[in-house]
């Protein structure tokens, strides 16, 4: 359990958005993915992923960040099938902000969300590293569930201390959902492997140099010579202890920095490709819609719509 708490110290856990909203037309989504982490929580009506995985009112979801999922809001049946780009583009067609039924009886469909990171060290992606599924919550999650109302419900008002309360939720939050796991036995073995690459102080120099220099020269020759190891090693040694190279992981980091500057401010997009390392333009936009499937321009577009 030591293990487990260290990794939890480690975090840094931040809140990025939350809503409460109307499913209005049912609609599938082809490989839905985000780089934060979703989780979201099904009051009425249907929520199904993965083709025949579905929510019961009050069941969660969970969605690692980086994961993608086909994902189907509102009844199956009568979903309209979109790919990711068409549902970011034009989700207001298929969702709208919360409102109370006003009849006595209704068919209406909503659900909450809420997306946040969870980093190991402030580098990382923790959910990411495990490699784990997206999940449902169900049964002892009561408290995940209510921490997810309280956060939708904060970010709806507008009171005193309203930023530090989502803060402290959110950080009770992805605690909760560790424990859940370990309750369940979920994923204990990824927990458990990657718990020890976590500790190694290499490891943790190599993480801290890539995210403090995203825009700079992040070849293997240069994390080989942060790792003190040989440049020819520094690949392996990376993949043995994270699953993934080095370079797949650098992008990584670099296109969700390069989401972050497109959702939080008015940069160009050469300006932030540049920001983020990539010197050719062209090549940016072509790699960040192979990531993601939209342009990035469409991706900034989706900030002004209701989620």
């Given at each position: 359990?030591?293990?487990?708490?260290?990794?939890?110290?480690?975090l840094?856990?931040?809140?990025?958005?939350?809503?409460?909203?109307?499913?209005?037309?049912?609609?599938?989504?082809?490989?839905?993915?985000?780089?934060?982490?979703?989780?979201?929580?099904?009051?009425?009506?249907?929520?199904?992923?993965?083709?025949?995985?579905?929510?019961t009112?009050?069941?969660?979801?969970?969605?690692?960040?980086?994961?993608?999922?086909?994902?189907?809001?509102?009844?199956?049946k009568?979903?309209?099938?979109?790919?990711?780009?068409?549902?970011?583009?034009?989700?207001?067609?298929?969702?709208?902000?919360?409102?109370?039924?006003?009849?006595?009886s209704?068919?209406?469909e909503?659900?909450?969300y809420?997306?946040?990171?969870?980093?190991?060290?402030?580098?990382?992606?923790f959910?990411?590293?495990?490699?784990?599924?997206?999940?449902?919550?169900?049964?002892?999650?009561?408290?995940?569930?209510?921490l997810?109302?309280?956060?939708?419900?904060e970010?709806?008002?507008?009171?005193?201390?309203?930023?530090?309360?989502?803060?402290?939720?959110?950080?009770?939050?992805?605690?909760?959902?560790?424990?859940?796991?370990?309750?369940n036995?979920?994923?204990?073995?990824?927990?458990?492997?990657?718990?020890?690459?976590?500790?190694?102080p290499?490891l943790?120099?190599i993480?801290?140099?890539?995210?403090?220099?995203?825009?700079?020269?992040?070849?293997?020759?240069?994390?080989?010579?942060?790792?003190?190891?040989?440049?020819?090693?520094?690949?392996?040694?990376?993949?043995?202890?994270?699953?993934?190279?080095?370079?797949?992981?650098?992008?990584?980091?670099?296109?969700?920095?390069?989401?972050?500057?497109?959702?939080?401010?008015?940069?160009?997009?050469?300006?932030?490709?540049?920001e983020?390392?990539?010197?050719?333009?062209?090549?940016?936009?072509?790699?960040?819609?192979?990531?993601?499937?939209?342009?990035?321009?469409?991706?900034?577009?989706?900030?002004?719509?209701?989620?």
């Open positions: 359990m030591d293990d487990y708490n260290k990794i939890i110290e480690s840094a856990i931040r809140f990025t958005k939350s809503r409460k909203l109307d499913i209005i037309q049912p609609v599938h989504i082809d490989n839905y993915y985000d780089v934060e982490n979703t989780i979201v929580l099904l009051h009425e009506g249907h929520i199904s992923y993965e083709r025949d995985k579905k929510l009112p009050g069941t969660m979801l969970f969605i690692p960040a980086g994961k993608m999922v086909d994902l189907t809001y509102g009844n199956p009568l979903a309209q099938k979109v790919t990711n780009e068409k549902f970011l583009n034009d989700r207001e067609q298929f969702l709208k902000p919360y409102a109370p039924s006003m009849g006595l209704s068919d209406q909503y659900f909450s809420v997306t946040f990171e969870a980093k190991v060290f402030d580098s990382v992606s959910f990411t590293s495990l490699d784990i599924p997206p999940f449902v919550i169900e049964g002892a999650g009561e408290r995940v569930a209510k997810v109302r309280e956060i939708v419900s970010t709806a008002e507008d009171k005193a201390g309203k930023s530090r309360l989502i803060s402290l939720y959110t950080e009770e939050l992805v605690i909760e959902i560790i424990r859940y796991i370990l309750d036995q979920l994923f204990v073995e990824q927990l458990a492997t990657n718990s020890t690459y976590f500790k190694d290499r943790i120099d993480f801290t140099f890539i995210k403090n220099n995203l825009s700079g020269d992040l070849s293997n020759k240069v994390l080989a010579g942060v790792a003190n190891v040989s440049e020819d090693y520094v690949g392996q040694y990376f993949k043995m202890l994270t699953g993934i190279n080095p370079q797949d992981y650098i992008e990584y980091q670099r296109m969700e920095m390069a989401v972050n500057l497109l959702r939080t401010t008015k940069k160009s997009i050469r300006a932030i490709g540049n983020v390392g990539y010197k050719d333009t062209a090549y940016f936009c072509r790699r960040f819609k192979m990531m993601f499937g939209i342009p990035a321009g469409k991706m900034r577009r989706r900030e002004s719509l209701i989620i």
